[in-house]
């Protein structure tokens, strides 16, 4: 609560909201363009996106200290100076919370997530989106930067499909066989492109990366087609606006707003680890290398090679790219 109320902006709730929103609507009219899709998984597919869930910033119940009071009123914490009591104590408090819930209806509202947490999820179990109040903040969102950042920034989190769960959260398949098959013929060519990248000497294992490789290039593929609708929603295509927005960019950096849509993209996956720990999660890591989430998925995109001049047949311009989603009608 103290930090909700002393750091969260709300605006960025307000923000994020329309952004989803947009994000859902865009899947949504697309679906009728996926030619490999049959008509019966669409409808579902649709169905689903329509049912999605979204939890942004903090649970409400967290606005009223006497909720939290009472949650916590079995915690009994020691005065002790030995910190490792507490955190012992804590922990069993967490989980006789946990075995309280056995036998009970799950609880649809529930987080598995804090909002502190500098992190976003897709829980397909529930049918839900969550973006906590820590990861609603810079360096990740901000409501007061240019949104095509914003809308870069969180393409990863909504590619999550959640395939083999229904609209409801239910565990249930329901894809039709020849989709079912259409979509793993796709994600072969997933699965040939990012085995071919390497760290170090090892390569990529391109299957057990595959699912979130997927995730990133079709959030990054959903998201720029609803930064578009935003564009031209709310008549930001207009060439009087544009003129009058090439005075309105970032100031200091010659970047069209195209461009700071990848960049926000990207920076999402500004990471630093060791050589060791890198090494140990191709082995163990479903995620491919931050790296090649940015490398793998931008080089996919042709508007991404058109907004930065790429040479045709250059690595982030090639010949051949992979895609599942937002398969358009010619």
Known sequence: ALFIS???????????????EEIRLTFIETLPNIQWMDL???????????MIIDRLGYPKWLEDERNIDRFYQDL????????????????????EQNLKKLGQRPDIEEWTMTPIDVNAYYAPWKNMIVFPAGILQTPFFDANIPISLNFGSIASIIGRNGRYFDGYG????????GSARSFDE?????????????????????????????????????AYAAYKRYLKR??????TYLKHHQQQLLPGVNLTDEQLFFIGFAQTWCTKTTPEMANAALVTDTHAHPKYRVIGSLSNMPEFSKAFKCPKGSPMNPEKRCQIWLDVKR
Not at 40 to 50: D, G, L, M, N, S
Not at 170 to 177: A, C, D, F, M, R
Not at 234 to 239: A, D, N
């Open 76 to 95: 009994n914490l020691s005065s002790t100076n030995n910190p490792m009591i507490n955190i012992i104590l804590v922990r069993r408090f967490q989980k």
């Open 40 to 50: 019966e998984t669409r409808q579902q597919a649709q169905i689903k996106a329509q």
């Open 170 to 177: 239910n565990l249930n398949n329901w894809w039709q066989k």
């Open 186 to 222: 796709r994600a072969q060519c997933f699965i040939d492109q990012y085995t071919q990248y390497r760290i170090g000497n090892k390569h990529i294992n391109g299957l057990l990366t595959l699912d979130e490789n997927i995730a990133d290039n079709g959030g990054l593929r959903i």
């Open 234 to 239: 709310h008549h930001l295509l207009s060439i």
């Open 6 to 20: 002393k750091v969260f902006d709300e605006k960025s709730q307000e923000k994020i909201k329309h952004i989803v």
